[in-house]
């Protein structure tokens, strides 16, 4: 192993050791930016942190995003840089992802070999589905203007550097909702006194799978789960109040549509047959993200010169990601990068004993590298010496 990718993996490893939850990246972003100006880049603070760096005398610019934050889960790894922090973890490999993009400022900040301007975005909360927003309120965007975006996740389960992506559609949206069963309690001798709420909900939950499975498309991509049933019953109480929470996923705006109203007929249809009532409410916090084709040809242009294994036109992803904000506003490409297989680094993201493959960090920082090459490249030859 090199010197470069000893340092890159030390610095992943401190940042797995000290995880912060989202609008909390205090000291991950004190690394990010002293990393950044280290190597000579020009260095915004906010919400996140901004990298500029500034080659030739090109006028194009693009950008390369990173999420800093971490999850509120308590680590049951048994590697040697498991967290300090307890009940927070790096489960989704953003402490990777932040330190392939600081590996490849350091690469790009020590070369000549674009001309343009790279805007290297460090982004927090993205689990929440809040710190892309933050930092466009800030005008990200309006103090550094680029033509294109561009983000990397890893994804375990595909074999290792495996790079993947697609045009158009590449990750769900995803909508909070919440309902509300208003019914009357009473003792759970007398059932027929009362409307038990907890009855009323276990059927609004089986319902609402029929959404999917008959009201849908096959191929729609649409996800509904109910992930907390939460009632004021007691041991001997039939609850009059209970609550459903979850999440639905969607691949259309459209599609978003129709699920809530279907979800709201279905809960208020069965809460009326039982004559007591439910009130269902919705929050989208995560729209489609979609990909442009000019980034996504971009990418496997990027992909195949930095010798990775390359799939074109994967299916889209249920999963759903913050990069859509940025996305939404400049032409981007979000991808995928094979975490591996076997072990900690086949682990589902999110499990409490994932951990992001070090054997990426080269990997990453060569294709963000070829990427910059790719979309700034240098227009005469006296351009990058």
């Keep these: 192993m090199g010197d470069f990718e000893s340092r890159m993996m030390r610095l992943r490893r401190d940042l797995h050791r000290h995880p912060e939850l989202g609008f909390r990246e205090d000291r991950t972003k004190q690394v990010v930016a002293a ?39 308590t680590e049951t790894s048994v590697h040697d840089y498991v967290s300090e922090t307890i009940g927070v973890m790096h489960a989704c490999g953003h402490d990777g992802h932040t330190t392939m993009l600081l590996g490849a400022a350091a690469r790009l900040a020590a070369s000549s070999d674009f001309d343009g301007t790279v805007v290297f975005l460090f982004q927090p909360n993205e689990e929440h589905g809040l710190g892309a927003g933050a930092m466009l ?153 979609i990909n442009a084709p000019g980034p996504v040809e971009a990418v496997y242009r990027a992909a195949e010169a930095a010798g990775c294994n390359l799939v074109r036109d994967r299916a889209p992803m249920s999963f759903s990601e913050d990069f859509a904000q940025f996305s939404a506003k400049v032409p981007g490409c979000f991808l995928l990068l094979g975490n591996g297989e076997e072990g900690a680094h086949g682990q589902p993201l999110h499990s409490s004993d994932y951990d992001f493959n070090d054997a990426l960090l080269p990997i990453g920082a060569e294709f963000w590298v070829r990427l910059v090459q790719d979309r700034l490249p240098c227009r005469q030859e006296h351009e990058c010496p």
Excluded at 165 to 193: D, V, W, Y
Aim: with cysteine.
């Design 35 to 73: 990393f950044l100006r280290d190597i000579g880049l020009e260095v915004h603070e906010g919400v996140g942190v901004v990298g500029v760096l500034r080659k030739g005398t090109g006028n194009g610019a693009i950008a390369l995003r990173a999420d800093m934050d971490a999850l509120p889960i």
């Design 137 to 289: 309120d800030e005008g990200v965007l309006e103090r550094f203007p680029v033509e294109e975006v561009y983000a990397i996740h890893n994804l375990p389960g595909a074999p290792v550097g495996q790079i993947s992506t697609r045009a158009g559609i590449i990750c769900n949206s995803e909508t909070l909702f919440e309902i509300a069963i208003k019914g009357q309690g009473g003792h759970a001798s007398m059932p027929q006194t009362g409307v038990d709420a907890i009855t009323v909900g276990a059927e609004i939950v089986t319902a609402l799978q029929t959404i999917v499975s008959r009201k849908l498309a096959p191929a729609a991509g649409v996800v509904v789960s109910v992930t907390e049933f939460v009632t004021d019953g007691q041991r001997n109480v039939l609850p009059g109040n209970a609550t459903l929470k979850g999440d639905f996923r969607a691949r259309l705006p459209e599609d978003r549509g129709t699920v809530e109203h279907l979800m709201r007929q279905v809960a208020q249809g069965v809460a009326a047959a039982h004559g007591i009532s439910a009130n269902v409410t919705f929050d989208t916090q995560f729209v489609e993200t």
